[in-house]
């Protein structure tokens, strides 16, 4: 009879901070923002953000991508409500508005891949 394998730090850990279930709105709303950290070029911009408001000017090169698609996955990020925008001039600067995403993400890198 095979044995289950146990899965370490996760079983008391999953004990001691579960989650009270929550209404549809709420599960809609933390899809969304789990749904807008799913792609490596929003989670790079969050990286760039972490340090401080930032001009997309600097995001782009940063990314070594174009700006227009650096603007859609700003435009993610922001209708998430992680980041949030201020025009300045011509130039626009990013700041993050939901920092615990950055915990979050931490959390993943403590864990081994």
Known sequence: MKSKKK???CEPCAASRSIKPASAAVVKRR???LKALGHPSRIRILEILSKGETCVCHIAPALDSDLSTVSRHLAVL???GIIDDDKR???VYYRITMPCVLDFLRCID???A
Do not use: F, W
Request: cysteine-free; aromatic content about 0%.
């Open 78 to 80: 922001r209708n998430a």
């Open 110 to 112: 403590k864990e081994k």
């Open 7 to 9: 899965t370490g730090k």
């Open 89 to 91: 001039g011509l130039n």
């Open 31 to 33: 899809a969304q923002v």
